[in-house]
């Protein structure tokens, strides 16, 4: 099945920097790659994704970036808030038959004001 | 005002109990799923639902049960055959399960054993 590895577990950055967290896939049959954010005790909620068609989306201050041939794709905060500090997660989902997101194991962001 | 609720917020089982988690979604959506949430483990996938009356077990189903006897509602036992049930339980529910349909989760249930 599809593996998912996020790197970093944990980012610190100071308010105002930049912030990136790549993830890896395995599977090359994996298209759609979304990322959600969870702050403490909250659920999980989309913040952006990305389909295999297309190298780059941008939405505001955040980006996702996609590199099929290398199977990894990456999460960028510009301009970074203290209300960015949250738990990030990738997945990745494959578009055959029955299809579940396979998630990494999170990014703790930390931005320091 | 649409979404997916899950209940109770907190629950505490004994030892060889069994305990049911209950989610309900009022978004139309088909699919469902249970994921369990541990620190720096990331979400893990218990079981999840296509439609009425199926369900798929997912990489960690052992000593979980669940069914899926209406759209809305699709709940999660934890059987006394978890030997380690102490975890955040997510539910999530999607418009189908095919690839590129986002996931809408639920507020958790937080499950302790004492």
């Known amino acids: 099945g599809e593996n998912v590895e996020q790197h970093p577990s944990t980012l610190s950055v100071q308010e105002g920097d930049s912030a990136v967290i790549k993830c890896t896939y395995s599977d090359s049959a994996s298209n759609y790659f979304p990322w959600y954010k969870q702050e403490l005790g909250k659920r999980p909620q989309l913040i952006i994704d990305i389909r295999s068609n297309v190298g780059e989306k941008k939405d505001q201050r955040i980006a996702v970036t996609l590199n099929k041939t290398a199977k990894h794709f990456s999460l960028h905060i510009t301009e970074t808030q203290p209300e960015d500090s949250a738990v990030y997660f990738c997945a990745a989902s494959i578009k055959i038959g029955y299809s579940t997101l396979t998630f990494g194991k999170g990014t703790m962001l930390l931005v320091s004001p | 005002d649409g979404g997916i609720t899950q209940s109770p917020k907190y629950l505490f089982r004994k030892e060889g109990q069994n305990v049911t988690l209950s989610c309900e979604q009022n978004?139309?959506?088909?699919?469902m799923y249970w994921y369990r949430q541990d620190p720096g483990q990331g979400l893990r996938l218990i079981y999840y639902s296509q439609i009425v009356n199926d369900f798929q077990k997912g990489d960690i189903a052992e000593g979980y049960s669940v069914s899926r006897e209406k759209k809305e509602s699709f709940p999660l036992t934890v059987t006394s055959a978890q030997k380690n049930p102490t975890a955040f339980y997510l539910c999530?529910?999607?418009?189908?399960?095919?690839?590129?349909?986002?996931?809408?989760f639920g507020s958790g249930t937080r499950l302790t054993v004492v």
């Open positions: 978004l139309n959506h088909d699919a």
């Open positions: 999530a529910s999607s418009m189908k399960t095919a690839a590129g349909y986002g996931y809408t």
